[in-house]
C-alpha cells in the first residue's frame, strides 16, 4: 500500500526547523528570566513551551497523516492533521484567554520589572520568533495543521513583541501598565484568528462542502454535460485541506454514452476535486424531492 502524501507534509523540514527555533527560545527566555527576575518572560516561556507542544503535535500528524491506507481506513489517517488543527486552535483560544485575564490583573497590579534585561531577551525572542513565523507563511495557506502551528509561532511573535515594546515604554516613561496594555491586545488578535481555524477543522470533520465550492454551481455543470439529464445525492467534501471529494447520481438517456470521463474531468480541471465517485443510472426517472425510481 503507498504512503499517502497531504499539503502538510511538504512542511515537514520546516516545522522542523520552527521546533528547534522554539526550544531554543524558551532556554533563552529561562536563562533571562533568572537574571532580570521578569514574570514576563517566565510567562512568555511557559507560553512558548505551549505552543512548541503544538507544532511537534502537528508534526506527529504529519506522520500519521502519512502512513498507508488500509482496508478498514481507505483514506488512511489523513484527517489526523485536521484534528492537530483543531486542538492546536483550542490552544490557542485557551492562551488567547489566559493573556486576557492576566493582562486584567496585571492592569490592577502592575509589576515592577528590571526593562533593560526584558528588553533585551525579548528581542532575541522576537527574532526567532519571526523567522518561525517566515518559515510557516506560505504553508499556512495550503494545511489547516501547519495554519495552527502558523498561529502558535505567531502568537509568540505577538508575545515576544509586546514584551519588548512594554520594556521600552516602561523603560522610558515609567508606565508599568504598558505590558498589561500590549498583552490585552494580543490577546483580542488571537482569539478570532483561532476561531476561524477551528471552525474551518470542524467544517472539514463535518464533510461540509469545502470554501470556493458552490454546490448547486457543480451540479449545474454536471447537469449539463453531454449525456447527462440529472444529477442527484452530489456531495462535495474535503478528506484534509486540499483534498477534494465528490460522489453523485447521474441520470442518462436511455442508450446514451457513459458520461464518467468527461465528468472526471469536468470535476478536476474547474473545481479541482481529484476523487470522484459517480453513479449512472441508466433511463431512470427522478422525483421532485431528488430520489432515483
Not at 94 to 101: K, R, S, T
Not at 128 to 139: E, F
Not at 173 to 184: E, H, K, L
Request: glycine share 10%; charged share 15%; proline share 4%.
Amino acid at each position: 500500500m503507498t504512503t499517502q502524501q497531504t499539503p502538510g507534509s511538504r512542511y515537514r523540514g520546516r516545522l522542523f526547523a520552527a521546533l528547534g527555533i522554539s526550544l531554543a527560545v524558551i532556554a533563552i527566555e529561562l536563562v533571562g528570566w533568572r537574571w532580570t527576575g521578569s514574570l514576563a518572560l517566565l510567562a512568555d516561556a511557559t507560553h512558548l513551551s505551549v505552543d512548541a507542544l503544538g507544532v511537534a503535535l502537528a508534526l506527529f500528524a504529519i506522520w500519521l497523516a502519512g502512513r498507508p491506507a488500509t482496508a478498514r481506513r481507505t483514506f488512511g489517517l489523513q484527517r489526523a492533521e485536521v484534528l492537530a488543527a483543531a486542538v492546536n486552535a483550542i490552544v490557542v483560544i485557551g492562551m488567547g484567554i489566559v493573556i486576557l485575564v492576566g493582562a486584567v490583573q496585571r492592569f490592577a497590579n502592575p509589576p515592577e520589572v528590571a526593562t533593560g534585561g526584558m528588553l533585551l531577551i525579548a528581542l532575541i525572542a522576537l527574532a526567532g520568533n519571526a523567522t518561525s513565523v517566515l518559515l510557516l507563511r506560505s504553508g499556512q495557506k495550503e494545511s489547516l495543521n501547519v495554519k495552527g502551528a502558523f498561529l502558535e509561532v505567531l502568537s509568540d511573535a505577538l508575545a515576544a513583541a509586546s514584551t519588548a515594546v512594554a520594556a521600552v515604554v516602561m523603560a522610558l516613561t515609567g508606565f508599568q501598565r504598558a505590558d498589561a496594555i500590549v498583552s490585552a491586545l494580543i490577546g483580542i488578535m488571537l482569539v478570532p484568528r483561532a476561531i476561524a481555524l477551528l471552525r474551518s477543522a470542524v467544517n472539514i470533520l463535518l464533510q461540509a462542502a469545502p470554501p470556493g465550492i458552490d454546490t448547486e454551481r457543480v451540479r449545474e455543470r454536471m447537469a449539463s454535460a453531454e449525456g447527462v439529464s440529472d444529477v442527484h445525492d452530489l456531495h462535495v467534501y474535503s478528506v484534509t485541506s486540499g483534498v477534494l471529494v465528490a460522489s453523485a447520481h447521474v441520470v442518462t438517456p436511455a442508450g446514451g454514452t457513459d458520461p464518467r470521463p468527461a465528468l472526471d474531468g469536468l470535476l478536476r480541471d474547474e473545481f479541482g476535486i481529484e476523487h470522484s465517485t459517480i453513479q449512472v443510472e441508466p433511463g431512470a426517472r427522478c422525483s421532485a424531492d431528488g430520489t432515483h425510481r
